[in-house]
């Protein structure tokens, strides 16, 4: 009985540890993450009601293209750029539009075989939902 109680209370820090990292360091700081080699951009995404928000992902280039993929719980972003796909992002200083396109099928398996998310990321985060990817397209 001790050692369940025990189990409990470590399942309970590791929600806790998870809950803090994706919503306060994640979520709220949005950290840039430069010292690390993850490169970045800020894609900003509108809501239905015309507002905007700006939100710091980690991307990936793959064949010369642009994606960013919905990783972790909270993925308000990625349903607004559903919603609207045509987005603004920030990329190392410079700024264009872009369409956001789901990444499905063939394409969608080989971008997650060349940007596999590392197991400790996947700790960290709490195994999160299954890992939704966008293609950003430069708008015409």
Do not use: C
């Not at 980690?58 to 642009?66: H, L, P, Q, Y």
């Not at 993929?69 to 045509?86: I, M, V």
């Not at 700024?95 to 060349?114: L, Q, S």
């Amino acid at each position: 009985m001790k050692a369940l109680k025990w189990i409990g209370v470590l399942v309970a820090v590791y929600i806790g540890l998870v809950v803090a990292f994706e919503t306060l360091f994640l979520g709220l700081y949005q950290p840039k993450l430069g010292g690390t080699g993850i490169p970045m951009l800020v894609i900003t995404t509108t809501d239905d009601s015309g507002g905007s928000s700006d939100r710091r992902l980690a991307r990936f280039d793959t064949d010369g293209k642009i994606y960013v993929s919905a990783h972790h719980w909270p993925r308000g972003w990625h349903s607004r750029a559903l919603k609207n796909p045509n987005v603004h992002v920030e990329i190392d200083g410079a700024v264009a539009d872009y369409v956001a396109v789901p990444v499905a099928g063939e394409e969608f398996d080989r971008v997650t075989r060349e940007n596999p998310i590392p197991i400790r990321f996947l700790v960290m985060m709490g195994f999160p939902p299954e890992r939704e990817i966008l293609r950003l397209d430069p708008a015409i």
